[in-house]
Every structure is written in C-alpha cells, then in structure tokens.
C-alpha cells in the first residue's frame, strides 16, 4: 500500500508556473506508476499525467501538452507536476494517483490510490 500527501497548490495568475509535489510512503514506492487528476468545480475528476515506475515513460491529457511535466524522483519516494503557462481553466482540486498493477491510463478511475488534494487557482 502507498500513502500520498500533496503539496505545492496555491493562487497563480493566468501565464504564471507552479510546482506540485507527492510525498509517497512505503518502501514499493518505485514499484508504482504515479499520476496527478484534477477535478473542477461542478466537473467530474479528469486524468492530467502519468508516469511510469521507472520514469521512463509518460502520458498526458491533450489539453495540458506542451505546458505541464511530470517527473520522479525514486530515492525521495516523491512525484512531481510542473505547471506552466497556467490557464483559468487550470483551475481544480489536484489529486496525486498511484497505481501497481494496470500500468499507466489516461483513466483517472483505474488509479487505486488517491491523495488528499491540493487547490491550484488561476486567476485571469
């Protein structure tokens, strides 16, 4: 099992960079395909990034492409996302997302594992 604690939201204005962070615990931590999701107001959750356990491979929603990276760092047991280039419409709740078994997907409801959340807010 793995635990995941955000960090990193805040209020940024539209063009502006935030970096988000996920503190995992447990040592399989590597052993996990890791992922952030979102969820708008009034919106269901919606799939933003995923990377694979090595970090050798990742996947985006098309509407973030170009602007936010995810990342890894295995000996800090930590994910990151990226965020540049903010937009209104970046606007959510942003969950950090593990996984063991189904490999990476573009389906934020085949993650097992879900953080707390952490607000981002753009303003225009």
């Known amino acids: 099992q793995v635990q995941l604690v955000e960090s990193g939201g805040g209020l940024v204005q539209a063009g502006g960079s935030l970096r988000l962070s996920c503190a995992a615990s447990g040592r399989t931590f590597r052993s996990y395909d890791m992922g952030w999701c979102r969820q708008a107001p009034g919106k269901e959750r919606e799939f933003v990034a995923a990377?694979?356990?090595?970090?050798?491979?990742?996947y985006y929603t098309d509407s973030v492409k170009g602007r936010f990276t995810i990342s890894r760092d295995n000996a800090k047991n930590t994910v990151y996302l990226q965020m540049n280039s903010l937009k209104s419409e970046d606007t959510a709740v942003y969950y950090c997302?593990?996984?063991?078994?189904?490999?990476?997907?573009?389906?934020?409801?085949?993650?097992?594992?879900w953080g707390q959340g952490t607000q981002v807010t753009v303003s225009s």
């Open positions: 997302v593990a996984d063991y078994t189904k490999g990476i997907t573009p389906k934020s409801t085949e993650y097992d594992y």
């Open positions: 990377i694979m356990w090595s970090g050798d491979r990742t």
